[in-house]
């Protein structure tokens, strides 16, 4: 729409009296066609020189300073050769990079489209020109910056996957205990010294850390990972078999953590010192105090050994899934119920709130559509180190309901010593941390606007 009679909106990061360089720019530019326009009566005004631009301090006495030197009846020629002037320079510095002037320089367009009475298709081919380059410019410096952050990260994450396969190797080298012995006595083998000795010069054992390494990792990257010292089965066909189970637990307590705790902690900040809050609470504390080996031993006395409701073994079944499920989402219900009502809380206290509820927003849309948004980041983060620690296996609940996933699948390998599988374990719980911490910085990164004006400045 047309900005002619209109007020131009103040922006908070709209600082014009830090801006006397643009300023000054602006003044030269127009300095430079000419000191004299053509008026509608023919004759000369002077203009250009008698901005005092640079001494103004605020953007009001400017456009006080400016009226009283903006010739009346100025002809439409004039005031097209003057605001593609405008035009020209704004789109000269934000094509430059400056991307930290890219909304000074639109507001004082725009601001100048209001001084002089621009036609009102006139303002809205050329500032659609400058809004249209600066938000292609601004796009483009968010996500190179994305981009390079998301490189360093993924080189970070790397570095950590290397040195994670190192740790592991080095401690199951130096375990005690021989693999091939246990390989031997595996296949039922005669246990002699020569037979040892032959078994290990097959397995390389005898080669120096370095080379076992090296031969270990070209092996990892193509995905053998190794035999179990306790079947012989190949380690990475064992671990996605139970990944599955877990994955399944995982999912479903993910969902049902997210379909209670968000609600009650919204339900809680909206009612904040009332009864429904106090009562929310008290419930909330009560879950996080509860540690989860406790929970789980209590539901399966009472609902499977007392009253014999549910199966007292978790299996792939609706009921099947109840006791586990529950034991795991209760106490992160508690704990995310009390993040989520601290940080609306947080975020209602802030100025734009305020101005918000004066324009006569309702309190219900204020959280719904702009606080709860803006409220999420820590949240998310939270979210993504429960969804590792989901993932990575429950080790205790597993074990409780003799849930066949990756967790109960790790405890027993570390009983038996068999160090294959342990090492696979520890790689995977490490690339299933950094994956999920690169996916909640992806999120992050779109979902709050804020991180992509901080990489403009």
């Known amino acids: 729409m047309g900005l002619t009679g209109s007020r131009p909106k103040q922006n908070r990061s709209l600082q014009f009296h830090n801006t006397c360089s643009v300023r000054r720019d602006v003044s030269a530019a127009l300095g430079r066609i000419g000191n004299r326009v053509r008026t509608t009566d023919g004759t000369a005004a002077v203009y250009g020189p008698k901005l005092p631009l640079a001494q103004a301090s605020h953007w009001r006495n400017l456009r006080r300073q400016q009226a009283a030197c903006i010739p009346q009846g100025m002809e439409a020629e004039s005031q097209k050769t003057c605001c593609k002037v405008l035009c020209h320079v ?16 639109y507001s004082y367009v725009y601001t100048a489209a209001f001084l002089y009475g621009f036609q009102p298709v006139m303002e809205q081919a050329l500032l659609h020109g400058i809004c249209r380059n600066a938000v292609i410019n601004s796009r483009r410096s968010a996500m190179q910056f994305f981009l390079k ?23 199951t080298y130096f375990a005690p205990g021989d693999p091939a012995y246990k390989m031997i006595t595996l296949n039922g083998g005669d246990v002699g010294v020569d037979v040892i000795e032959q078994m290990r010069e097959e397995m390389g054992l005898n ?13 990892a990257l193509h995905g053998d990972l190794g035999v179990s010292y306790t079947n012989g089965h190949p380690v990475s066909q064992e671990i996605a078999g139970k990944m599955k189970n877990t994955l399944i637990l995982a999912s479903v307590s993910f969902a049902v953590l997210l379909l209670i ?15 429904p809050d106090y009562v929310i609470r008290a419930l909330s504390f009560f879950g996080i105090s509860m540690p989860n080996f406790w929970l789980g031993l209590l539901l399966m006395y009472l609902l499977s050994v007392k ?10 079944t609706v009921l099947g899934m109840i006791m586990p499920v529950t034991t795991i989402v209760v106490q992160l219900i508690g704990m995310y119920t009390q993040r989520i009502r601290a940080a609306i809380l947080l975020e209602l206290d802030k100025p734009y709130v305020n101005a918000l509820r004066i324009r006569g927003i309702s309190r219900k849309t204020i959280i719904l559509r702009n606080v709860l948004p803006n409220s999420m980041t820590s949240v998310i983060t939270l979210l993504g180190i429960s969804a590792g620690a989901l993932l990575s296996g429950t080790a205790i609940v597993e074990q409780i309901f003799s849930w066949n996933g990756i967790g109960r ?11 294959p599988i342990i090492q696979a374990y520890v ?9 999920i ?4 910085d992806i999120i992050v990164f779109f979902q709050n606007p804020r991180l992509r004006e901080g990489a403009l400045a």
Request: net charge positive; with cysteine; glycine share 4%.
């Open 90 to 105: 704004a789109l000269r510095k934000i094509m430059e990079g400056d991307s930290t002037e890219i909304r000074l320089w």
């Open 149 to 171: 952050s998301i490189g360093r990260k993924l080189l970070e994450y790397l570095l950590v996957l290397f040195s994670v396969s190192i740790l592991t190797f080095a401690l």
């Open 207 to 219: 080669d120096p850390f370095h080379v076992q390494y090296g031969r270990w990792l070209v092996k």
């Open 261 to 275: 705790a968000f609600p009650l902690g919204v339900f809680s900040a909206i009612y904040n010192d009332r009864l």
């Open 307 to 316: 009253w014999r409701l549910l199966p007292i073994v978790g299996k792939l």
């Open 409 to 419: 699948f790790a405890l027993e390998a570390i009983s038996y010593q068999d160090y």
């Open 427 to 435: 790689l995977q719980v490490c690339l299933i941390y950094t994956t």
């Open 437 to 440: 911490n690169l996916l909640v």
